[in-house]
Structures are given as C-alpha cells and as structure tokens.
C-alpha cells in the first residue's frame, strides 16, 4: 500500500540535471508510514478524548489550544480576568439574563445553517 501511495504521489523525483531522485523510494515511504501512524494515533487520541467528560474535555482542549501560541500577552490576561470578573458579578446580582445552554447553541447552529 505505501508503494501504490508513493507511485501516486506526484512528488517531485528528480532536482539534479542527471535525473537523480531527491529523496529515496525508501525515505518517502519512511515519511508515510510516519504520516499513517501519527494519522491513526490522532485517532485514536480523539476517541479517547470523547469519552471524557465535559470539564475534561474543555480542560484538555484549553491545555492543547495553549500550546499552538505560548505566548502570554499579561495585558490581554488582566483585561479578560477583569471582564471574567465584571460579567460573573452582575450574573450574580441579576443585572443581566442568562440564557441556557441548549438555546444559545440552538441559535448559533441556526445561524450557521443560514436559518
């Protein structure tokens, strides 16, 4: 199967005038496999995550969506703990009206549907 993968990849074979193949057969399928196995580990990794409950999940995917960017803007951080702050005060004191989950994700899918 990686041989048919590698025959039909389309990749460049040659950059020497004398038609010398820029990487081996063998190094290309190397790489697939590699690709196949991260591929089906993420596949893994994802089932396993479903399984998880939601805090978990929020939590794991705070944990990997921090890890794309590692910097830490300390201003943009205090502006939302202060915004974080501000909203879950006036929650509390009934100065705004909450809105349950189940309709505000009915909203938004109805929105992205163009409903």
Do not use: C, Y
Not at 2 to 24: C, K, R, T, V, Y
Not at 36 to 56: F, N, P, R, V, Y
């Amino acid at each position: 199967m990686l041989a048919e993968m590698h025959a039909n990849s389309g990749a460049p074979q040659s950059d020497s005038p004398i038609g010398e193949p820029l990487f081996s057969a063998q190094d290309n399928e190397r790489e697939r496999a590699r690709v196949i196995i991260a591929h089906m580990q993420a596949g893994d990794l994802l089932k396993q995550a479903l399984t998880l409950s939601d805090k978990e999940r929020a939590e794991l995917a705070s944990s990997l969506i921090d890890r794309l960017d590692p910097t830490i803007d300390l201003d943009a951080e205090v502006a939302w703990q202060g915004e974080i702050a501000r909203r879950l005060e006036e929650a509390e004191h009934g100065r705004v009206k909450t809105i349950p989950w189940e309709e505000v994700r009915r909203k938004g899918r109805a929105l992205l549907d163009g409903e």
